[in-house]
């Protein structure tokens, strides 16, 4: 049975490295989007432009749009000098905000009477809006309070502050959570579609029903598929751990043998999930747009895009059976906060539970087809 | 000498081609199965909206101002707050990702708030490995204490107010729902999909199967055969964008406040060089692997991406949104946006419109000479 399981291994290698192309789609490509996707996908807003539309002209209104342009977040500022220039500028897209000093700005605040300045916001992009709206809010807030500083009108009573400490990540760097998460999505994109199209292939060109009249027995079929998918994946998240320290600079803080056992368990989840989808397709077109059907899902789950906190009570539920939620944790865990091994092992089993199931009802799929 | 374009053929073959789409369950799975899971996940799952957020809260000071300080969290509308009395606890909780963030009011707090020129420290721990959850952590957090800090001032009688208060509008959006905008981006991942992804498949299972020769070897022009490969799923494309703008208006309450024509023009423009995507895609590849591969490396991935959709361009890094611009989606999302929240700009919609018919123009070509090339 060695003899058969080894074989049929070596076949399968075979068949995905034999084409040089098909060597470089598996290679290329995760270099590419890790510095690529490493750095678009952040969630921070910088460099935005603002656009001024100053009726006031007084020394208050140009103390804030100073303050405003010593302000590391924002790009250029646009003067604007009508109402109508006010919405091309919004509509256009040219800036996302527009801050509006009305005529007695300066005067009120001279006079030590309170004053406001209107914004207007991109509301199309309204998450970038709100930062926005909080960055502009601060700068204002702190010209506010230095001027009430300055009149000497500071409360003598009692006095509280906030001290705010950012463990695991000092600086709030995106980066630092892109990395880790990307090593996850990208593991989903690629292995699912790699396992469900090995299956399928075989089934379009007609060869998999000569697997199945060989002396081979369907586990040792469905073993033969599991391991380029598992080898690759395998290499690939390697690389990631590698490359991700050195040169990304992202702490890796936690313990590396066990994450490439928590990896191990993940991808034979997510393989379990690709032979699931191979099993009840007859094309490699179905096997391809199904196991597209299931990443979708999957990563908007896994808390990548968006925290599964955000989420509805009944779908938190729902995402505990995707393993990439699960391996998100650990991830994260693993190269930011030093994560002890019982928590690893918390995160790991609920995904061992995933690949039991998903590859005993492929295999049970499997054997009925057969028949 | 056979006539450049025969109507006959070309019913003949748009015949074959509609047949082979309705007979596939995945086409159908893909076209109005996938663009509802993925309505569905952006109108109700996916939410960038701050909703209440987990935290833990180490009380050490057992005084009166404390008290209410703490009180003071925990009825806050932005978090659900768990107390213990020690750190250490809650730091392991932190660890495991069940709170997302610590505020620990310490022993000396009423002392240093009662002794003149003392400060009262509040401490706040958050979670960096979500750098978003942690900063909406501190603010919030120090917009809890601050607001007890005034409540404290004006009960003493003391005025408060701000000198200087910025007071933000949102237009479009007043109401500030995250799903307003990325409803409208989904139907360009839905539109890429079946443009790039199903064509490219298609195409390059002829190839595989070699009845792409036996095609090519038929009195079938060029212009008739990517016509017939061309227009089944490019109207395909238009169902499954009319269907997701159905669901999302009527629905999901998203506002519609272009027009019809502006959502048809642009999303047929975009369409152009989607198409043309997966077609060069299917005539460099030949094989259905390696195009699904390379149409969602090159198609999905950046449309998902780099378009504006979910990330800021402006935020990512110079190079990055220099590549920004040759991802056709990226001409796509700001135009549709408009056309559902804003109102017909035509200007900017006809600026993009001619740039998505140019990158279909050169990608058409690009992929008529890879098949030429092939034959030859």
């Given at each position: 049975m060695h003899g058969r399981l080894y074989a049929i291994i070596v076949k399968e290698m075979w068949a995905l490295l034999r084409d040089p192309r098909s060597r470089l789609i598996l290679v290329l490509p995760p270099f590419l989007q890790l510095f690529l996707f490493g750095f678009a996908t952040t969630l921070e807003v910088k460099n935005f432009d603002v656009g001024v539309y100053d009726r006031d002209g007084g020394r208050w209104s140009q103390e804030f749009i100073e303050r405003l342009g010593g302000s590391?977040?924002?790009g250029r500022i646009v003067s604007l000098s009508s109402p109508q220039a006010v919405r091309a500028a919004i509509n256009e897209r040219a800036v996302i905000a527009v801050v509006m000093f009305d005529q007695r700005f300066s005067a009120d605040l001279s006079a030590h009477r309170p004053a406001v300045i209107q914004a207007v916001l991109d509301g199309r992009r309204s998450n970038a809006a709100q930062i926005v709206a909080g960055y502009l809010g601060v700068i204002a807030a702190g010209m506010g309070a230095e001027m009430v500083a300055d009149a000497g009108a500071s409360a003598a009573g009692s006095r509280s502050e906030t001290v705010i400490s950012h463990w695991y990540n000092p600086n709030l760097d995106y980066l630092w959570f892109t990395m880790p998460a990307l090593i996850v999505v990208l593991g989903t994109v690629s292995g699912l579609a790699m396992t469900a199209q090995s299956v399928a292939r075989e089934r379009e060109l007609g060869t998999f029903d000569q697997l199945m009249v060989s002396p081979l027995r369907v586990h040792e079929i469905l073993i033969g598929k599991m391991v380029p998918p598992l080898v690759i994946g395998l290499l690939n998240a390697a690389l990631y751990v590698i490359l991700i320290?050195?040169?990304?600079?992202?702490p890796l803080t936690g313990p590396v043998l066990l994450f490439f056992l928590a990896l191990v368990v993940y991808l034979l989840a997510l393989i379990g999930v690709g032979m699931l989808v191979s099993a009840v397709s007859l094309t490699q077109q179905q096997a391809f747009l199904g196991s597209f059907l299931v990443t979708v899902p999957m990563t908007l789950l896994s808390?990548?895009?968006?925290?599964?906190?955000?989420?509805p009570a009944w779908l938190q539920v729902v995402a505990q059976a995707d393993p990439s939620k699960h391996f998100l944790v650990v991830s994260e865990g693993v190269f930011l906060k030093a994560m002890p091994p019982v928590e690893i092992l918390v995160n790991t089993w609920p995904m061992a539970v995933i690949g039991l199931v998903t590859l005993s009802a492929a295999s049970i799929l499997f054997r009925s087809r057969m028949e | 000498m056979r006539p450049s374009f025969s109507l006959r053929r070309l019913y003949a073959m748009l015949l074959k081609e509609s047949l082979q789409i309705l007979r596939d369950p995945s086409t159908f799975l893909i076209a109005f199965v996938l663009p509802m899971i993925m309505l569905f996940f952006f109108g109700y799952a996916i939410s960038l909206d701050p909703t209440r957020t987990r935290i833990g809260l180490a009380l050490q000071d057992s005084s009166a101002p404390a008290l209410s300080l703490a009180q003071a969290y925990e009825n806050s509308r932005w978090f659900d707050v768990s107390g213990a009395r020690d750190v250490a606890t809650l730091k392991r909780e932190l660890v495991a990702g069940r709170i997302r963030g610590i505020v620990v009011i310490p022993q000396d707090f009423s002392r240093q708030l009662q002794s003149p020129g003392g400060s009262a420290q509040v401490q706040v721990i958050t979670d960096g490995a979500l750098p978003n959850a942690a900063g909406f952590v501190a603010a919030y957090a120090e917009g809890v204490r601050a607001t007890w800090a005034a409540r404290q001032l004006a009960g003493d009688g003391a005025a408060s107010g701000e000198p200087l208060e910025l007071v933000p509008r949102y237009w479009f959006n007043p109401g500030l729902s995250s799903h307003f905008f990325l409803i409208p981006g989904s139907i360009v991942i839905v539109m890429t999909m079946i443009g790039t992804l199903l064509t490219a498949l298609v195409v390059a299972r002829e190839w595989e199967r070699g009845t792409m020769e036996a095609l090519l070897a038929t009195p079938l022009t060029m212009t008739e055969f990517l016509a017939t490969k061309v227009l089944p799923y490019f109207l395909l494309g238009l169902g499954s964008m009319t269907l997701c703008t159905l669901l999302a208006v009527f629905l999901f309450g998203v506002p519609f406040r272009g027009s019809v024509l502006a959502l048809f023009a642009i999303s047929s423009a975009f369409l152009v060089p989607a198409l043309g995507q997966g077609l060069l895609i299917s005539a460099v590849t030949k094989n259905q692997f390696m195009a699904s591969q390379v149409a969602l490396l090159s198609a999905f991935l950046p449309s998902m991406m780099l378009s504006g959709f979910l990330f800021e361009i402006s935020s990512m890094p110079r190079i990055i949104q220099w590549i920004t611009y040759v991802v056709p989606a990226r001409y796509l999302v700001p135009s549709l946006q408009s056309v559902f929240?804003?109102?017909?700009?035509w200007r900017t919609f006809l600026r993009d419109i001619a740039v998505l018919l140019l990158f279909g123009a050169v990608f058409f070509v690009l992929a008529l000479r890879a098949t030429h090339r092939r034959i030859a």
């Open positions: 590391p977040n924002v320290p050195t040169v990304f600079g992202v808390g990548y895009a968006t925290p599964v906190d955000n989420m | 929240l804003v109102g017909d700009l």
